[in-house]
């Protein structure tokens, strides 16, 4: 069973960067997509950025793009998120996925049968 961690998270201000982290352990890590959802309150979880097995590919929800960055280091089963440019729409809680699949960029929750637990991010106007 796997089990992923996330950790990061915390209270900034507009313009702040935080970096999130998921740790992933008690599976498989390396041959899969790995994904950040965020869910602000009273909205749908939404997708925010994946990346695939080897860290080259990735792809992202467009409010983001240019501003947070997703990466892995498959010898430390984590997955990053590094956000910059923090806006208070970013509000949410930031969760990690691991898809089911080891091939494309799903971007979508049924996609995903791993998830952690969450972490709060908030950001101050």
């Known amino acids: 069973q796997v089990q992923l961690v996330e950790s990061g998270g915390g209270l900034v201000q507009a313009g702040d960067s935080l970096r999130l982290s998921c740790a992933a352990s008690g599976g498989i890590f390396s041959s899969y997509v790995m994904a950040w959802f965020r869910q602000a309150p009273g909205k749908e979880r939404e997708f925010v950025a994946a990346?695939?097995?080897?860290?080259?590919?990735?792809n992202y929800k467009d409010s983001v793009k240019g501003r947070f960055t997703i990466s892995r280091d498959n010898a430390k089963n984590t997955v990053y998120l590094q956000m910059n440019s923090l806006k208070p729409e970013d509000t949410a809680v930031y969760y990690c996925a691991r898809a089911k699949q080891s091939w494309g960029m799903p971007s979508r929750i049924v996609d995903y049968d791993f998830w952690g637990q969450g972490t709060q991010v908030t950001v101050s106007s």
């Open positions: 990346v695939n097995w080897n860290g080259i590919s990735t």
